[in-house]
C-alpha cells in the first residue's frame, strides 16, 4: 500500500502521439524501438492506437545494440524501409538514440545526401551528444525533431547552483570532475599526480553559461523534476502529519504519532499534496544550434 508512481503514465504520451499524427494529416509512419520488454511495450501500445484511427504503419522495428557492426548493404537495407515512411517515431535510451544517430550519419556520408524525414522523439528519448567528435554531424538529421517532454516547472536557484559548479571544489560529487573533462575536453590535474599528456589542462575559467544547450540543458529534466516533487510531497506529509492541526486530530482519536506506519502517513497526507503537482505534456522543437545570446535567457 505505500508504493506510488514517480514517472506519469505513458498512456496520455501515446494519444498525444496520435493526436498530432491526426493534426498533421501524417498517415505512414515507422515505430523504432529498442529490443527489449520497454520497447515490445511500447510498439504494442501504439499500433493499436493508430489502426483506431486508420493510420498506416510504414514498418516497426526493433534495434539490435550491435548496429554499429551492421554491414553496409545491410544498412543500405534498413534505410530503404525507414524510407518509405512520412514520419518516424523514436522511443528509447540514450544508447538507443546512439545506434539511430550513428546509423543515420553512416548512411548520409555513403549516400552523399541527407536522410530527411519528420522525427518525433518520445519522453523517454534522449540525443547522446557528450564525449563525440562529431556532435553537430551526428545531431543535424534531428533538427527541427519534434520532441515529447513532461512538465518541468522552473525551480527557484536551481540554475545558480548548475552555474557555480565547481571541480576543483566538488564538495562530495564524485561526478563533477570527470565530467567536467568530458564537456570541456580538458584534464584536472590532480595533486601529487603527473599531468596526462595529449589534452589540454582544465583552467577553472571555463564557463558552463557557453555550453550549447544541446551539450548541457541548463534547467531540470523531467526526470529529476519528478524525483524533486516526489521528495517535496513526502516532506509536506510529513510536516502535516506532526502539525498543530493533525495531532489535534490524532488526539481526538486517541491515536499517538509514534505508532503510525510509514503508509498510513502518505495514505493521511499524501494524496492531497501530490495531486496538486499536475502533470503535463509539452512538445519542443528540438534545434541544437540556438543563437548565442539565446543562450543567455537561461
Not at 75 to 81: C, P, Y
Not at 183 to 192: N, T
Not at 226 to 232: C, L, V
Request: hydrophobic share 40%; charged share 20%; proline share 6%.
Amino acid at each position: 500500500p505505500s508504493f506510488f508512481r514517480v514517472n506519469p503514465s505513458e498512456f496520455p504520451q501515446y494519444m498525444g502521439l496520435v493526436h498530432l499524427l491526426l493534426h498533421f494529416q501524417w498517415n505512414w509512419v515507422g515505430l523504432l524501438a529498442p529490443e527489449d520488454d520497454n520497447g515490445e511495450h511500447f510498439i504494442s501500445s501504439l499500433m493499436p492506437l493508430l489502426k483506431e484511427k486508420e493510420i498506416c504503419l510504414a514498418f516497426s522495428e526493433k534495434l539490435k545494440s550491435d548496429i554499429f557492426a551492421t554491414t553496409e548493404s545491410k544498412l543500405l537495407h534498413v534505410f530503404k524501409m525507414w524510407s518509405k515512411a512520412e514520419v518516424i517515431i523514436l522511443f528509447g535510451d540514450s544508447s538507443s538514440s546512439a545506434n539511430v544517430q550513428v546509423a543515420v550519419y553512416g548512411h548520409e556520408v555513403m549516400r552523399k545526401k541527407p536522410f530527411q524525414k519528420v522525427w518525433i522523439l518520445t519522453s523517454h528519448w534522449k540525443l547522446n551528444v557528450v564525449g563525440s567528435k562529431n556532435i553537430l554531424q551526428l545531431i543535424k538529421p534531428f533538427h527541427g525533431a519534434l520532441h515529447f517532454r513532461h512538465h518541468m516547472g522552473d525551480v527557484s536557484d536551481f540554475n545558480h547552483f548548475l552555474l557555480s559548479l565547481n571541480p576543483w571544489n566538488p564538495q562530495g560529487d564524485l561526478f563533477l570532475s570527470p565530467w567536467w573533462e568530458r564537456v570541456f575536453g580538458c584534464i584536472i590535474h590532480k595533486p601529487g599526480l603527473s599531468p596526462k599528456t595529449g589534452k589540454k589542462p582544465c583552467t577553472g575559467k571555463e564557463n558552463l553559461e557557453n555550453v550549447p544547450t544541446y551539450i548541457f540543458e541548463k534547467r531540470m529534466t523531467s526526470e529529476s523534476y519528478n524525483i524533486y516533487n516526489a521528495i517535496y510531497a513526502v516532506a509536506h506529509a510529513l510536516h502535516a502529519m506532526y502539525g498543530s492541526v493533525t495531532q489535534s486530530i490524532m488526539k481526538r482519536f486517541g491515536k499517538k504519532i509514534a505508532n503510525v506506519q510509514s503508509w498510513q502517513v502518505i495514505s493521511m497526507t499524501f494524496y492531497p499534496v501530490y495531486g496538486s503537482l499536475k502533470r503535463k505534456l509539452s512538445i519542443h522543437l528540438f534545434c541544437p544550434t540556438p543563437p548565442p545570446k539565446a543562450l543567455n535567457q537561461f
